[in-house]
């Protein structure tokens, strides 16, 4: 079976399905996009970048979101199985920096600094994020006046930090379990936003009742637990309510 995955989304599901793979006897191959990040954050050559055409360009079976939009995006195309999208888990919003800090950022106020750095993603599971959390504070203006740098996907985001060409971004928390060169900082629960990462089988696939069972596992305790063990909080996860029960 081969798994097409967001790559921000990717380092659970490549574990879990290292994991199954043995368990089941039966291999569950990932892929994630396989275009390099350009010198300006770019992704790719123009016209590669996006969730949709990445999947839509290879021969998959099941495709991993990292957000429900970007899912609503693929269901729009005719090539899913609708009814077969499930949560995997919940990504938190945070503030993301360079490791040491040399800016001093520590609340969404200090991106409003003369002379701060934001980087933001404008494509996929991040799209409009900082928007979202700074429409929270009521820092709309004032945060989209320090965005210096715009990339195109996850890998050119966390990099473009890593590499210190700025001083902070508006992303995922679990970013800093995949970059050492990141930390992140938690926002105030007000400020907080959170999406779904999530998965579908495609109308291609020619094994559905095998591509349910890794969906299944996937859902269950161990597949759960590498997810949290990466970052993610519990499918279902809502602030101030346990997480409503496996559906």
Known sequence: MNVFSAKGSSPPVFAAARAYSQLAGREVKVSVCQHGCGPDGECGPPGSDGFTPEVLGGEYDMAVAGSESD???????????????RSLGIRQAALLVPRGNPAGIATLEDLTRPGIRIAISTIDCMRAVWEDVAGRAGLIEEVRANLTHKVTGCIAFMDVI??????AGIGWSSFARMNPGLVA??????????????ITILERCQDVAAAEAFVAYLLAEQGQATFAGLGWLPRGFAPGRTPAAAR
Not at 185 to 198: G, M
């Open 71 to 85: 899912m609503d995006e693929l269901d729009r195309t005719g090539k899913t199985i609708k009814a077969s999208r």
């Open 162 to 167: 890593a590499r210190k060409k700025v001083d």
């Open 185 to 198: 900082i938690d926002l105030p629960p007000e400020l907080r936003v959170y999406r779904s990462t999530c």
